[in-house]
T-cell receptor, first 115, second 116 residues
Framework: AQSVSQHNHHVILSEAASLELGCNYS??????LFWYVQYPGQHLQLLLK??????LVKGIKGFEAEFIKSKFSFNLRKPSVQWSDTAEYFC?????????????FGKGTKLSVKP | DVKVTQSSRYLVKRTGEKVFLECVQD?????MFWYRQDPGLGLRLIYF???????EKGDIPEGYSVSREKKERFSLILESASTNQTSMYLC???????????????FGPGTRLLVL
C-alpha cells in the first residue's frame, strides 16, 4: 500500500533559521505531490504542488520543494523562517492509475518558530 | 475562490447518539472527501464521493456512513457515536482536471467533535 513518511514530528527553530522538512513516499509509478499547511485555528490550505516538469517547485510565502524521483522524496524548504510560519505541515501524495484524486497524507510535522 | 463550509465548528454529543456532519462546496466540484484528523496520525480518509449518490470507502470507514444527494453537499453520519470517534473532521472537495488524478483538494474549516 502507498504510504507517506514525514521524518520529523516537531521542529523548533529560531527566526531566520533555514528549514527543511522531509517527506518520503512509497509508490513506484507516477505521482502528484503536495504540501499543505495548517496555521493555528485555521483550515488546511495548499502550500505547493508538483505534477510534472521542473522538479523544483515554488509555493506561497517563500516555500519551495524539490522532487527527487530516485529518492522518492519531496522535501519542503524555506531559507529563512518567520514566526508566522508556525504551523503544522502535511505532505501528501496522489498516486496515478485510477486513484481518482485520493490523497495519502503523512502524519504531519509541527513547526514552532521562536521569535 | 473555492469555498468549503462545514455546518458546525464544535459539536458535543453523547455516546450512542446519531450525529450528522454537513459539508457544502460552492465550486461545482465532482469529488468530495471526509477525513478525520488526530494528533500524531495526520489525516485519514473515511469516505469519498465522485458524484451524486456515489460513495466509496476510504481507509477507516467503520462506524461511519455518508450521503450525497446533491452535488454540492456531502454528509458524514455517525450511526451511533462512540468516544473513540472524538476527533477533528475535515471535509474537502476537488475538481477533476481532465479526469486525471491531478486535482487539488480544498478543505473546510473542520468540525471538532467531542463524544462523551
Amino acid at each position: 500500500a502507498q504510504s507517506v513518511s514525514q521524518h520529523n514530528h516537531h521542529v523548533i527553530l529560531s527566526e531566520a533559521a533555514s528549514l527543511e522538512l522531509g517527506c518520503n513516499y512509497s509508490y513506484g509509478g507516477t505521482v502528484n505531490l503536495f504540501w499543505y499547511v495548517q496555521y493555528p485555528g485555521q483550515h488546511l490550505q495548499l502550500l505547493l504542488k508538483y505534477f510534472s516538469g521542473d522538479p523544483l517547485v515554488k509555493g506561497i510565502k517563500g516555500f519551495e520543494a524539490e522532487f527527487i524521483k530516485s529518492k522518492f522524496s519531496f522535501n519542503l524548504r524555506k531559507p529563512s523562517v518567520q514566526w508566522s510560519d508556525t504551523a503544522e505541515y502535511f505532505c501528501a501524495v496522489n498516486a496515478g492509475g485510477g486513484s481518482q484524486g485520493n490523497l495519502i497524507f503523512g502524519k504531519g510535522t509541527k513547526l514552532s518558530v521562536k521569535p | 475562490d473555492v469555498k468549503v463550509t462545514q455546518s458546525s465548528r464544535y459539536l458535543v454529543k453523547r455516546t450512542g447518539e446519531k450525529v450528522f456532519l454537513e459539508c457544502v462546496q460552492d465550486m461545482d466540484h465532482e469529488n468530495m472527501f471526509w477525513y478525520r484528523q488526530d494528533p500524531g496520525l495526520g489525516l485519514r480518509l473515511i469516505y469519498f464521493s465522485y458524484d451524486v449518490k456515489m460513495k466509496e470507502k476510504g481507509d477507516i470507514p467503520e462506524g461511519y456512513s455518508v450521503s450525497r444527494e446533491k452535488k454540492e453537499r456531502f454528509s458524514l453520519i455517525l450511526e451511533s457515536a462512540s468516544t473513540n470517534q472524538t476527533s477533528m473532521y475535515l471535509c474537502a472537495s476537488s475538481l477533476i482536471e481532465g479526469r486525471g488524478p491531478q486535482e487539488t483538494q480544498y478543505f473546510g474549516p473542520g468540525t471538532r467533535l467531542l463524544v462523551l
